[in-house]
């Protein structure tokens, strides 16, 4: 599953920088399509967001353009383990996470 991560980086006492990553995504559709709200919507409303992305692929040696639709962003992490207030989380394992729950 893809991971959300987001990082804001304070330049002066003014003016914000954001810096959007997202895992296999083209970098176009990140720079063009995805804004900050964004990414606090899904973390926040806990929901997916999906994008379409053309591709050139190759088979048997012919290049064919596909368009696909992937999520490009998922609040959802399979490897960690997400405390109440939704936003800090702990890595499997961790000796504050219940071991019934594990």
């Known amino acids: 599953m893809f991971q959300l991560n987001i990082s804001i980086e304070l330049l002066d006492c003014e003016c914000l920088s954001e810096k959007k990553i997202c895992k296999g995504v083209k970098k176009c559709v990140i720079g ?7 990414y606090k919507e899904v ?20 290049l ?28 499997y394992g961790h000796k504050l996470i219940p071991k019934e729950i594990i």
């Open 32 to 38: 063009k399509k995805l804004k900050f709200n964004d």
């Open 43 to 62: 973390l926040f409303n806990q929901e997916q967001k999906r994008h379409d992305m053309n591709l050139i692929k190759s088979s048997k040696h012919q």
């Open 64 to 91: 064919n353009t596909v368009k696909i639709n992937k999520i490009s962003l998922s609040c959802y992490d399979n490897k960690r383990y997400l405390l109440d207030d939704s936003i800090t989380s702990l890595a």
